[in-house]
């Protein structure tokens, strides 16, 4: 079984975080999902990663990106990945079933 190279890094019922799974879905990229601490100043393997603690966040060791900001990660994914939607890239966004694998912020799978 091989890792997925998108690892997402996000909250609980975080909206934005949300916003970043519905595209990862509709696009059907696996990925690790990673809860991490609601706390902000908490947050050290999110800026371990990505330099800054908030969230959501992606590292995708298939193209060596790593990002943070909703809207940014949305654009980027589109752009990067948008042409291997495997749903013709109709928006199935309401869907929301979690495809990621769950593991805990700070102690990994």
Known sequence: MTEPQITL???QACPYC????????????EYESRYVEP????RNVVKRVSGARSVPAIV???T???????????????????????????AAD???TDGGRAVDAEGGA
């Open 39 to 42: 706390m902000h100043s908490e």
């Open 94 to 96: 309401d869907a929301a």
């Open 60 to 62: 995708d060791r298939e």
């Open 9 to 11: 890094y996000r909250l």
């Open 18 to 29: 949300e916003r970043v799974v519905r595209t990862l879905n509709r696009f059907g990229l």
């Open 64 to 90: 060596g990106v790593t990002m943070s900001e909703s809207a940014n990660i949305v654009e980027y994914l589109e752009g990067t990945y948008g042409g291997a939607a495997t749903d013709g890239g109709r």
